[in-house]
Structure formats: structure tokens, C-alpha cells
């Protein structure tokens, strides 16, 4: 059998054990991965008690976390063109674990920034390389549905966390949920080691040496080994492939939606849980209705194919952002009660992450794959500024009494911005 066929028969063939087994552990990694990030907003009103910090020291954490993520998409994102997609998922793990240690050993506001900008970084490096690894691995016909459960492993593990949080936080601090998160991620690193699978679109670009490895790959899904030595890709490296005129225009389009998006993404991620408390709120009642957020995420992941294939993504994200948009300016003008805020935290986070799913299929199908990894880390790197925009941003006007419901309805407007930008792109890179 030669590459070419090869190929041809992974593209065209459906779903099988191997890859509902493989996309599971990635979930499982992604809901670790969520955990860890959304420890801070879960633990953010005893942090706050504890260090007596402000809404901007509160604020300034929360941006650090996602000031490490930028460093992480931007820095560490091209290992996985060069080492593989599974090499950077695992040095990922580790590096989020590192993170959570510092921050359950932290005892005042700068080692915790620290912690913070470390978890932030892994996060960042693994949020691109898994993303990759997924859309390369599944089947064409089933990429977008792979790519949408992945997706949904982040709520999912922030909803899992939010119900883990309550107990360990009532019988260990706040630490012992950062511990917690240590723990979990450092049990991931053996179990990657053992059944995480290599992209064989990265393998096939690989010299011949990887053939070995080519086949082992294609031995799980049942397919005969290829029986003649694999040519060596042309020296093309990652650089050039970056300065490619389309590739260039999608980094940089979608990277400024991705950047007006993360604003309002960030801060009701961030924020919502204070904000319940702060509205009178228990610790508990507030912490549920972070759960609501969580849980409306992990719905709106799952079903972001409905508007796809009503409207078509273009279309289709925008009823989500339009959506996202409203529910953001409500949550700051409901009544103040937990069923209320609890109702519309569901519909923020379902319309919120029905818009990322359908943004990040837009990006990734949109790319080359022999630099896939790395414009994937370009693009949110660009992201990311609105990440820690946001989050910043929201303390800022809180401290400087703007009030919830204005600070709900200003931090809503870069989602507009964020439709009109995706004009720009979207309609080239819907298929035909």
C-alpha cells in the first residue's frame, strides 16, 4: 500500500473503537485541562476573604492566568509541528500541574500570580496542540462533531470541578482544591504516555525513519502497512508556510475576532461566581451558579452543529454571538436570586461556547496542516490579549462603581465588534 492510499482510506473511512477511545481521552485531558484553568474563578471569593484582595488585585490574577496562556499558544504551540502533536500534549499536562503546586503552596499575592501565569501557559500550549491532534485524527465527515466533544471537555471538567469544589474547599481551603487540581493532572501523564495516539498527518510528513511509526498507527484501525519507503517532505519548514498570503490573513482576521470574543468570554468566565456573591449570594448558591455557566457551556458545545447546519457557520456563529451578547448584558440586569442568575448563567455559557466551537472549526479547517499547530497557536495568541483585557477590564469597572449591570452590557460590546470582523473571513473559509 502506498501514502497516498493510505491516506485516502483514513479520510474516507467512519468512525471506529479506535477513534471513540482516542477522542475519550482527549475529552478526559481537556476536562483536566478546564479544571485547572477555572480553579481561580471557582476559589475567587475565599482567595479574596483570605489575602484581602480588591476587585483589581482579584482582577490582576485572573489576567495572569491568562497572560501565561498568550506566552503558551505563542511560544510553545510550534513544538507541535516539530516534536508532535502528542509530545506537546503531555509536556502541557505537566506544565499545568507545576502551575497548581505554586498556587497551593502560595501563601500570598505574587506567588499566586505565578502559579497562575505557569497553569496559564499549559493551558495555552494545549489548547492548540489538541485541537490539532483531533481534527487530524478523526474522520472528514466527523470532524466538526469531534472537535465539539473535546471542546465540551473544558465545561465539563469545570463542572465536575465546581461540584469537587464545595467539599474539598469546606473540609481543605482553598489550596487544597489547587492540590486537588495537581493531583489529577500528574495521574493524566502516565495514561497519555500509554494510549495517546501521534497525528499521522504529522507522521506522513516525517522522514522515512517514521514509517515504523506510520504503521503502528495504521495497525489500529485495521489498515495494511504501506510496503515502500516514505519520501521525505519537501524543505519547506514552518516559517515559509506561515508567510503564505491566506494563511497570513487567516491568523490575523481571525486572531482579532478571537481577541474581541475572549473579552466578553473571559470575564463572565472569571467573574460570574464573584459577581453571584457579590449580589448576596451564599458561597455555595454563587459556586452553582458558576455550575449553571458550566453546564449551559458543556450543552452549547455538544449542539453547535445545529446552527451550522441550519445556517452554515458563518451564519450559524453569529446567531450564537448575537445570543451570547444578549445573555452577557442580562446577567447584570436580572433580579438578583439564584434561580435567575443560575437560568441565565446556562444561556450565557450554552450561546458562549456554541460560538467557540463553531469559531474554532471555522480556524482550524481553514488551515494548512503542516503549520496547522502553530497558526492555531498564532491566531489565540492574538486571542488571548482580549483574554486578559477582559477579565482586567471587568475589576476595573466594578472598582470604579460602574455598577453590574453596566459593567455586564460595556464588556458585551467587543462580541459586535467581533460579528463584524467575522465578514472578513468567514465567508471565504465556508465550503461550498
Known sequence: MTLDDAKTRLRDRSITATHIGALALCILIAAIDGFDLLTMALVAPDISKELALGPVALGSLFSWGLGGAFFGTLLLSPLADIYGRRFNIILSILILAAGMLIGGFSSSLAPLAFGRFITGAGFGAMLSSISTLVVEYAPAKARETALGCVVVGGPIGGFLGSLATIPISAHFGWRGVFFFGAIISLLAVPLALAALPESLEFLFRKRSHRLGAINRELARFGIPPIDRPVAPPAKA??????????????????????????????????????????????????????????????????????????????????????????????????????????????????????????????????????????????????????????????????????????????????????????????RDAEPA
Open 237 to 426: 519548514g514552518v516559517g515559509s508556510g506561515l508567510l503564505a498570503g491566506r494563511v497570513r490573513r487567516a491568523i490575523c482576521v481571525m486572531g482579532a475576532v478571537f481577541c474581541f470574543f475572549h473579552i466578553a468570554f473571559y470575564f463572565i468566565s472569571n467573574w460570574a461566581t464573584k459577581i453571584a456573591s457579590e449580589l448576596g449570594l451564599s458561597t455555595v448558591a454563587a459556586i452553582n451558579v458558576s455550575t449553571a455557566l458550566s453546564l449551559g457551556s458543556g450543552v452549547g458545545a455538544v449542539c453547535a452543529g445545529i446552527p451550522v447546519r441550519l445556517w452554515g457557520r458563518r451564519r450559524g456563529v453569529v446567531v450564537a454571538l448575537v445570543g451570547f451578547a444578549v445573555m452577557l448584558s442580562a446577567y447584570g440586569l436580572v433580579p438578583p436570586g439564584p434561580y435567575s442568575l443560575f437560568l441565565c448563567a446556562f444561556l450565557i455559557g450554552l450561546c458562549m461556547y456554541a460560538s467557540s466551537v463553531i469559531l474554532y472549526s471555522i480556524m482550524l479547517t481553514g488551515l494548512p496542516a503542516e503549520v496547522r499547530a502553530t497558526a492555531t497557536g498564532l491566531t489565540l495568541a492574538i486571542g488571548r490579549i482580549g483574554a486578559v483585557i477582559g477579565p482586567y477590564l471587568g475589576g476595573v469597572l466594578l472598582a470604579s462603581g460602574a455598577g453590574k449591570p453596566a459593567t455586564c452590557i460595556i464588556l458585551a460590546l467587543p462580541i459586535l465588534v467581533a460579528i463584524a470582523l467575522i465578514a472578513l473571513f468567514a
